[in-house]
Every structure is written in C-alpha cells, then in structure tokens.
C-alpha cells in the first residue's frame, strides 16, 4: 500500500493559479502510474489528470485540458498538480492516487490520499 500525503490546497479568487503535492512513500513510486481526482459537494469524484511511471504519458479531462499541467519528480517521490486559469467550478477536494488505471467506464486507482480542499471565489 502507498501512503500519500496532499498538499497546497487553498483559496483562491478565479483565473488565479495554484500548485498541488503529493508526496508518496515506498521505493517503487517510477512504477506508478499517478493521478489526481477531485469531488465537488455534491458530486461524485471525478478524474482530473494523470502521468505514468516515466513521466513521459499524461492524460487529463476535458474540463481541465489546457489549464492543468500534472508532473512528477520521481527523485523526490512526488507528484504536482498545477493549476491555471482556475473557475469556480474547480472548486473540490482533490485527491492524489497511486496505481492509477483506466476502465472502459473510466479512471480508477487502488491508493488514495486523505484531499486536500481547492476553493476558487468568483
């Protein structure tokens, strides 16, 4: 199991940026394929973004396609969520998660991280 640790989370007024963290545990993080999700109030979680083990593969929503930019440091066993050009509608907790993979429904992942709160003031 990956414990992973969020951070960054905030408030912050709309077309604002904001960087989110996620640090892992465990020796083998190059392997992991990374992701973040988020989960408005009232809303199911929703994939956000997510990288592979390299680095070198990334996929994102459409609600989030060229304001978003996912990364890792695999020296530092983190991942980031970079946040541009933010709307109120970001507004949601966002989770990092470890073992990202997709489904014909969708992305899941089998390790998540506690949130961390984005809100975005219009």
């Known amino acids: 199991q990956v414990h992973l640790v969020e951070s960054g989370g905030g408030l912050v007024q709309a077309g604002g940026s904001l960087r989110l963290s996620c640090a892992a545990s465990?020796?083998?993080?190059?392997?992991?394929?990374m992701g973040w999700f988020r989960q408005a109030p009232g809303k199911e979680r929703e994939f956000v973004a997510s990288i592979s083990g390299s680095g070198g593969n990334t996929a994102y929503a459409d609600s989030v396609k060229g304001r978003f930019t996912i990364s890792r440091d695999n020296t530092k066993n983190t991942v980031y969520l970079q946040m541009y050009s933010l709307k109120a509608e970001d507004t949601a907790v966002y989770y990092c998660?470890?073992?990202?993979?997709?489904?014909?429904?969708?992305?899941?992942?089998?390790?998540w991280g506690q949130g961390t709160q984005v809100t975005v003031s219009s």
């Open positions: 465990g020796r083998t993080f190059r392997t992991y394929t």
């Open positions: 998660a470890a073992n990202c993979y997709l489904m014909p429904t969708g992305w899941g992942a089998t390790d």
